[in-house]
């Protein structure tokens, strides 16, 4: 198959799709290697950035998606939404955070940081499919433990957890850890990018133990 059969060819495919493939997935189906497919995606991505396309491909972790041009958001949302783009509480980016940071983590952990109750926050994180369970710690009890998605790394325009900014300072536990994480939280507030949706209601207040 020719570069140019095959650039359309992924287009094609990934456009099909609606949601990331995995690189593995796609050398299957065009039956390419690695190399030749990820040069034939570089070559699509630079494409649609150099003419200003509607649309990007973006790389996530080991997949790769095609997904709306962020500067058009604008336009999309006037278009196909009347509703407001929801932003995620500052308690829901504390958890994200935490668990983007330092996953994979259990509710326990995350308690243990924030010092508050967190079980409402994470179902609302869990429902928008930005974090997601990694299966259960072998300790007594077997908690369930969580990490972040595929979703979570498009909505905040990061290819993989290794672009998000760097902590301030060496990790400690509790608050100092708490502390810490402001100055990314900001970063990711200023980077959030996602879909509109209801707004969220806000937290209600930890239980007194």
């Given at each position: 198959?020719?570069?140019?059969?095959?650039?359309?060819?992924?287009?094609?495919?990934?456009?099909?799709?609606?949601?990331?493939?995995?690189?593995?997935?796609?050398?299957?189906?065009?039956?390419?290697?690695?190399?030749?497919?990820?040069?034939?995606?570089?070559?699509?991505?630079?494409?649609?950035?150099?003419?200003?396309?509607?649309?990007?491909?973006?790389?996530?972790?080991?997949?790769?998606?095609?997904?709306?041009?962020?500067?058009?958001?604008?336009?999309?949302?006037?278009?196909?939404?009347?509703?407001?783009?929801?932003?995620?509480?500052?308690?829901?980016?504390?958890?994200?955070?935490?668990?983007a940071y330092?996953?994979?983590?259990?509710?326990?952990?995350?308690?243990?940081?924030?010092?508050?109750?967190?079980?409402?926050?994470?179902?609302?994180?869990?429902?928008?499919?930005?974090?997601?369970?990694?299966?259960?710690?072998?300790?007594?009890?077997?908690?369930?433990?969580?990490?972040?998605?595929?979703?979570?790394?498009?909505?905040?325009?990061?290819?993989?957890?290794?672009?998000?900014?760097?902590?301030?300072?060496?990790?400690?536990?509790?608050?100092?850890?708490?502390?810490?994480?402001?100055?990314?939280?900001?970063?990711?507030?200023?980077?959030?990018?996602?879909?509109?949706?209801?707004?969220?209601?806000?937290?209600?207040?930890?239980e007194e133990?």
């Amino acid at each position: 198959m020719e570069v140019k059969e095959l650039e359309s060819a992924l287009e094609g495919v990934l456009f099909a799709a609606g949601e990331p493939i995995p690189v593995e997935r796609l050398c299957l189906g065009l039956e390419v290697d690695r190399p030749t497919l990820d040069a034939v995606a570089q070559r699509l991505m630079d494409r649609y950035s150099y003419d200003r396309r509607g649309i990007r491909l973006v790389k996530l972790d080991t997949s790769y998606q095609l997904c709306s041009a962020p500067e058009f958001a604008g336009y999309i949302r006037k278009t196909l939404e009347s509703r407001k783009p929801a932003r995620l509480s500052q308690p829901a980016l504390e958890v994200l955070a935490i668990i983007a940071y330092y996953q994979p983590v259990t509710r326990a952990y995350v308690d243990q940081v924030r010092g508050v109750d967190s079980s409402y926050t994470m179902g609302l994180l869990l429902e928008r499919e930005l974090i997601e369970e990694a299966g259960r710690l072998a300790v007594p009890g077997r908690p369930v433990q969580f990490r972040t998605t595929k979703n979570f790394l498009r909505s905040f325009g990061l290819s993989s957890l290794e672009e998000l900014p760097e902590l301030p300072g060496p990790s400690q536990e509790g608050s100092q850890m708490t502390l810490e994480l402001e100055a990314s939280l900001q970063r990711l507030r200023e980077a959030e990018v996602l879909e509109e949706s209801e707004p969220e209601p806000p937290e209600p207040p930890a239980e007194e133990p």
